[in-house]
């Protein structure tokens, strides 16, 4: 039994990170563990981490600013505070009968939300020309967990996410869209939306920019195959009607909203 014992402790440290203590009769496993391994903190905010152990002298290795909050028999718990650095990564660490041993590091989210969320105006479009549709995102952390999705009243014309990136900080983002004027765009609004998708361990947030209305005019043909062609335009809810003559081919010349020409 002792021949066995021994074997498979020594088995045991060559395959596993624990930290064993091996006798004659007995096999002692020990442990440092830190708690949550992946936490999501707001950048300056604070964060409570619990540090495991069955050895003595529970401490944590933090570039924060940290105060023990709690403990117990194998336990203590810290409080980093003001969490402004992107990349910190603590990790527990006790004495045992082998020496110190250190936790797995925490790996730490920190994330900001945009200081801004802007449409760069939109000037009048013509139908049928193309126009850009700028979204200007900025000051927001982990870019990497950002999407961005540029909405035309109810229609979503793009989603760009962002999940090549791998700067942890702060970063700003422009994102463009090229879009085709037609004659029904004329009074829609175009809106653009931010979402940092922090799950499953923290929360999801959204942002949105202000409106912008979209404005467009233009020119329809119609050919006319008849003398007298009488058109009717249904507009704001009045009934025009338009009696147009022509021998040939009839352009009626009408913006989106306004007064409409036969030539």
Known sequence: ????????????????????????TCIFL???????????VKFGGSLD?????????????????KVPIENG???????????????????????CKTGQKKSPKANIIVYKTPDHVKL???PKMEVG?????????????????????????????????????????????????????????????????????????GPLLKNTSHNITLESFGEISFIASIPCLTIVHKLSFLLLLLKCTSKGSLNLIMPAFGKADCK
């Not at 066995?4 to 060559?14: D, P």
């Not at 020990?30 to 999501?40: A, D, M």
């Open 1 to 24: 039994m002792i021949c066995f014992l021994k074997i498979f402790c020594n088995r045991l440290l060559e395959h596993l990170e624990f930290n064993f203590l091996c006798c004659d």
């Open 30 to 40: 020990y442990y440092v563990e830190i708690w949550p391994p992946n936490p999501v």
């Open 49 to 65: 981490l619990n540090c495991t152990s069955t050895c003595e002298n529970i401490g944590i290795e933090s570039a924060y600013t």
């Open 73 to 95: 028999s194998n336990w203590k718990a810290f409080r980093l505070s003001n969490v402004d650095y992107w990349a910190a990564s603590p990790m527990c660490y006790a004495d």
């Open 120 to 122: 760069d105006t939109v």
């Open 129 to 201: 020309k193309q126009y850009n549709l700028t979204c200007r995102v900025s000051g927001v952390a982990p870019i990497w967990n950002l999407s961005v999705t540029l909405l035309k009243g109810e229609e979503q014309l793009l989603v760009k996410t962002f999940e090549d990136y791998s700067d942890p900080k702060t970063n700003d983002v422009v994102v463009n869209h090229l879009i085709t004027a037609l004659q029904h765009d004329h009074h829609k609004t175009v809106t653009c939306q931010t979402s940092l998708d922090l799950n499953p361990t």
